[in-house]
């Protein structure tokens, strides 16, 4: 083995072992509790979570529950055997998929159950991140000591964030337990990695890389946005045990490469309903925005997406968010400023990766998560769920930094106290609307986007279901002249969409269709 200061070898990858040195200062900042303790301290995060969880137990299904869980005829499972399953996990996110399911299959009735497992997968979530932050925030300090304690920081880290209002879309919307999965397991997956680097023996390491690999598919399984993890592996290898060497991430990063154009290429080959050719092209015609207005408005996107993580007050939050298009740098000017921003985000941790790499990290922890689903692909421009990874490091770059600079630790403490009071009573607040009705998360999102169509057609939906004719047609009339986000036909709609089903033969909503048809 090469002693630690030995440079790499040019004619050959070696992956530098984790010295012993390291692993005292890794110790070192790892103050043990007893497991009693530890024990009633998780105790009390669960009974937490599920307190500020509760009132959405009974929320129902919104959005794309509606066609991916409950009209989904793939769900409609008999039993567990292998030809049953086997017609989900041919199909896309097979994972998640199946334990949709399940819950149908053993719970077909109760609402409850749905939201109780999406639950259960954000606390496991938050249980494993608590591990990868202790591991990852001793690493940092083994390489550049900063004074952090990693249990206790790894605490208020996995702490905010499961508390965090921005994550209730992922947990309290049914239909992102596909996002919160995938979220659980590529923490896992980084988590198994860590510990594979640092086992002592061989046949821990190999037990802990097969753990790595299995959540990674698991993750993927789950959603699609999780393909990214191999990079983030490479990316943590790179920082916390490689040291930034430039030799080494220029000859694995060549492996990587190559290694995902032969996957790719696999996937185009063998599953080629899953790449379609021209998905851009068509993805976008349903939207009433081109790929270069969405491009210019993910700039501003995720400079708001920042705020709302520090500031995320209920009335900031919604299922259907209108935000305002992009056309160009300079239309509106906050487009240029919000790309200077994040230029300067990314050239300080360029910067300072040596000095500083856990800030680094976090910063490619934050964009890399967001660059799918905020670049180019044809997909809604904003929605909270896509923030359930990307959180994670604006909350740990906060911890760090007050941590470190602030010179009073009773000062951070009474910080972490306010910010998780207020985020407990935020996330408390915002499931009382998840959870009394489709119509409360409907009417809460057309309020705070008054020039979105999406949410008013859902309130007139919710109307319609409950035989309120006169009602439904006012909401109709407030939607039709609305063409903010998508391209939409409201008289193919009123045609076809089953939600009518119990007015379409109603005088006023006869009227209203008579009416839609002249205009055409």
Request: hydrophobic share 50%; charged share 20%.
């Amino acid at each position: 083995m090469a002693e630690p200061d030995e440079p790499i070898p040019d004619n050959r990858i070696v992956f530098k072992q984790f010295v012993k040195p390291d692993m005292d200062n890794l110790k070192k900042h790892m103050t043990r509790f007893p497991l009693i303790s530890q024990a009633l301290l998780f105790v009390t995060i669960v009974m937490g979570v599920w307190g500020v969880y509760a009132g959405a137990l009974g929320g129902g299904f919104v959005l794309d529950d509606w066609s991916l869980i409950l009209h989904n005829p793939t769900l409609r499972i008999q039993d567990l055997s292998w030809s049953e399953i086997q017609r989900i996990v041919v199909g896309l996110r097979p994972v998640s998929t199946l334990t949709f399911a399940l819950n149908h299959l053993f719970f077909p009735e109760s609402l409850a159950a749905y939201h109780a497992v999406n639950i259960v997968i954000h606390i496991a979530a938050g249980i494993f991140l608590f591990f990868f932050v202790q591991i990852t925030l001793g690493l940092s300090s083994a390489k550049a000591p900063s004074g952090i304690n990693a249990r206790f920081s790894a605490y208020a880290v996995s702490i905010l964030w499961l508390f965090h209002p921005v994550n209730t879309q992922s947990v309290s919307y049914i239909v992102q337990r596909q996002n919160a999965m995938a979220g659980m397991f590529f923490i896992a997956s980084m988590l198994f990695y860590a510990k594979a680097r640092l086992a002592p023996k061989p046949p821990n390491a190999r037990l802990w890389a097969a753990g790595c690999a299995l959540a990674g598919v698991l993750a993927v399984g789950s959603k699609e946005n999780a393909a990214a993890l191999p990079v983030f592996i490479f990316l943590y290898e790179w920082f916390f045990f490689q040291d930034l060497n430039a030799k080494w991430a220029a000859i694995r990063g060549l492996s990587i490469l190559g290694a995902l154009a032969v996957a790719l290429a696999s996937v185009w080959i063998f599953f080629p309903q899953i790449l379609p050719m021209g998905i851009l092209s068509r993805g976008y015609d349903i939207y009433a925005f081109t790929m270069e207005q969405r491009l210019l408005t993910e700039l501003r996107v995720l400079v708001y997406y920042i705020t709302l993580i520090f500031f995320p007050h209920p009335s900031r939050l919604s299922l259907d968010r209108d935000f305002p298009y992009s056309h160009s740098m300079l239309d509106p000017p906050t487009t240029l400023a919000s790309l200077l921003i994040l230029l300067a985000l990314l050239g300080l941790a360029a910067a300072r990766a040596r000095k500083e790499p856990l800030f680094s990290f976090c910063v490619i922890w934050f964009f890399g998560n967001l660059v799918m689903e905020s670049s180019f692909i044809p997909l809604d421009i904003i929605f909270e769920h896509r923030l359930y990874l990307p959180s994670i490091s604006i909350i740990g770059m906060a911890a760090w930094a007050l941590w470190k600079y602030l010179p009073s630790k009773k000062a951070v403490a009474a910080l972490f106290c306010l910010a998780l009071s207020a985020f407990s009573i935020w996330t408390w607040q915002r499931n009382q609307v998840w959870g009394k009705s489709p119509m409360a998360i409907y009417l809460d999102s057309a309020a705070k986007s008054p020039e979105k169509a999406r949410p008013f057609y859902n309130v007139a939906c919710e109307y319609a279901k409950r035989g309120r004719a006169r009602e439904a047609v006012r909401w109709l009339e407030l939607a039709k002249d609305k063409k903010k986000e998508l391209k939409w036909s409201l008289e193919r709609n009123l045609s076809l969409d089953p939600d009518f089903k119990a007015i379409r033969r109603s005088r006023a909503f006869k009227e209203f269709a008579e009416k839609i048809s002249r205009e055409k």
